[in-house]
């Protein structure tokens, strides 16, 4: 999953710039997504995932077991391994911009607290473009499980994340 955790992060940290909606509004009056979406963001975030789960792979190759847990693989190999790894983390941030959209239509704010949704939309989209990608694999990995662990851990990460992301100056809130 680590391609999928990391791209948000990443993004709020070295984004910034040309937002992806252009500044543009819906028939609502209400913008798009917001200038927390931008492209900057949006493809330092995807550098991050891919490089996270790329260098996953090589650990893999050398210690396919960690601490006693056995490391998830990306599929085959080659070409499906990168697909993979790439929509783990185009759908994570995909998600994020999903419910980014919801939340301008809903008239809440740039940063506004949307309890559950704002801990959880990422890891859909992760989850979502993973099963497009290969449900064999999907199906293979993502276990109830395993997948019940990524909703019970997830929200605890996104918190711990976003305090710091306080803390360190790049979020405007805790949340």
């Known amino acids: 999953m680590l391609p999928a955790y ?26 798009i997504l917001g200038d927390g979406k931008t492209y900057r963001g949006f493809f330092v975030g995807l550098i991050f995932g891919a490089l996270a789960g790329l260098m996953q792979m090589q650990l893999l190759e050398k210690y396919p077991v960690l601490f006693g847990v056995e490391l998830p693989t990306f599929g085959t190999g080659g070409s499906n391994t990168t697909i993979l790894i790439f929509a783990l983390a185009v759908g994570s ?11 301008r239509r809903m008239g809440l704010k740039r940063g506004a607290p949307l309890p ?6 990422f890891v859909l989209g992760a989850l979502i473009f993973a099963y497009l990608a290969s449900p064999v694999w999907f ?6 499980k395993v997948i019940a662990v990524i909703l019970i851990i ?11 992301g306080y803390f360190i100056g790049v979020k405007k809130e805790p949340w």
Not at 93 to 103: R, V
Not at 116 to 121: E, P, R
Not at 139 to 144: D, I, M
Not at 154 to 164: D, E, G, M, Y
């Open 93 to 103: 941030l995909f998600g994020d911009m999903f419910m980014s959209f919801f939340k």
């Open 139 to 144: 199906a293979e990995q993502f276990t109830f």
């Open 116 to 121: 559950v949704i704002d801990q959880l939309d």
């Open 154 to 164: 997830t929200p605890l990460l996104h918190l711990a994340t976003n305090v710091v």
């Open 6 to 31: 990391l791209p948000n992060p990443f993004a709020a940290l070295f984004g910034g710039g040309r937002p992806i909606d252009n500044g543009k509004t819906m028939s609502d009056g209400r913008r």
